[in-house]
C-alpha cells in the first residue's frame, strides 16, 4: 500500500498524519515540537513505517523548496536560518522529501479534500502561534518564490500597534495568533481559556476576540480587494473561536463592500490535521 507522511511543525505542536492512495488518513498523532530543527528531523525520521513512500514537511515560515532548505521560520523553538531539512530527513530516510510552507499545505489540503473543495479561487487564514494564509487561483495554491505568498499574518492591522517578529509593528499576527489573543489578560494561559470566558459573558475576553476578528477582517478585506476572491476558509488551533470573531470581520468587509463585494467565511472541514494532510499530499507530488 503506498502511504504518503504528513509532517505540520507548528510553534507548541508537531502534528503528523498518515495517508493512503485515496487521500484516506490511516493514523495521525502529536507531540510537542522539539527544541530545534534537528530534533524534528529526528522526529519526523522516528515516524516512518514500512510502506511509507513520501514525506511532506510543512513549516511555519519561509523556505526555499527546490532545496528543502528553511529560511525564515520565527516561531518554533530553535534556530532554523538556512537549516537543510529536506536533505536531513531524506538521508534520514531514503526517501523523497517536500519542504513546503505550512500554510500552503493547509490550504491544499482544504481545497482538495475540505471547505474549498470544487472552488477554484480561495483565500486561507491559519490562526495558530502564528497566523499563516493562502491563495488559491484557478484551482492552484500560489506558492511565491520563497514559498511565501500569501502571508496575510503580516499585513498592516494597526501601524501603532505591537512588534511583530517579521519587524513590522501592528501585523494581524500581533491580534489574532493565540499569543496575542492571551496578551494583557489576566488569568489565562490559552487562547481557548480565552474563548471560553468570551462565551461565558467575561467582557475583556469579549474584547480580545473582537480585536483579533477586526485584525482579520482588515486583512482578509485587503487581501479580497488585490486579489477579486470573495471565498475564504479559516482554520487552525484558534479557528474553534471563529464564531466569536466573525461580527468584527463582517463590520470590516461590509465596510468595504462597493468594492470587495459579497464575502463568505467558512471554518476548515479538516480540523486541526489538514496541515499534515497537506504536507503529505505535497510530499507525493513532483517538486
Same mark, same amino acid.
Given at each position: ?163 511583530? *517578529? *517579521?519587524?513590522?509593528?501592528? *501585523? ?116
Amino acid at each position: 500500500m503506498v502511504t504518503r507522511l504528513g509532517v505540520d511543525v507548528g510553534g507548541t505542536t508537531v502534528k503528523w498524519a498518515m495517508l493512503g492512495a485515496d487521500h484516506e488518513v490511516l493514523g495521525s498523532g502529536s507531540a510537542p515540537t522539539p527544541p530545534g530543527p534537528g530534533a524534528v528531523v529526528e522526529l519526523a525520521r522516528g515516524l516512518v513505517r514500512e510502506g511509507v513512500t513520501s514525506i511532506g514537511i510543512g513549516l511555519p515560515g519561509h523556505v526555499d523548496r527546490a532545496a528543502g532548505i528553511a529560511r525564515f521560520v520565527p516561531n518554533p523553538p530553535g534556530d532554523w536560518t538556512d537549516f537543510p531539512v529536506g536533505p536531513q530527513l531524506s538521508a534520514g530516510t531514503g526517501l523523497p522529501v517536500a519542504v513546503v510552507n505550512d500554510a500552503r499545505a493547509f490550504a491544499l489540503a482544504e481545497l482538495r479534500t475540505g471547505a474549498a473543495r470544487g472552488r477554484s479561487d480561495v483565500l486561507f487564514a491559519v490562526l495558530g502561534t502564528g497566523v499563516g494564509g493562502a491563495v488559491a487561483l484557478g484551482g492552484e495554491i500560489l506558492a511565491g518564490p520563497r514559498d511565501n505568498l500569501g502571508e496575510v499574518g503580516h499585513i498592516t492591522a494597526d501601524p501603532s500597534g505591537p512588534p511583530c *517578529c *517579521c519587524g513590522n509593528r501592528g *501585523c494581524v499576527e500581533t491580534y489574532a495568533a493565540a499569543p496575542a489573543i492571551v496578551r494583557g489578560l489576566d488569568g489565562f494561559a490559552t487562547a481557548a481559556a480565552v474563548a471560553a470566558a468570551a462565551r461565558s459573558g467575561d467582557r475583556e475576553a469579549a474584547a480580545a476576540m473582537s480585536r483579533a476578528g477586526r485584525a482579520l477582517g482588515v486583512a482578509l478585506g485587503d487581501a479580497a480587494a488585490l486579489l477579486g476572491i470573495g471565498t475564504i476558509v479559516v482554520g487552525g488551533g484558534v479557528a474553534g473561536a471563529l464564531d466569536l470573531m466573525l461580527s468584527a470581520m463582517r463590520d470590516e468587509f461590509e465596510r468595504r463592500r462597493p468594492l470587495i463585494g459579497d464575502v463568505t467565511v467558512s471554518p476548515a472541514a479538516l480540523g486541526p490535521w489538514a496541515g499534515a494532510i497537506g504536507a503529505a499530499l505535497y510530499g507525493g507530488e513532483p517538486q
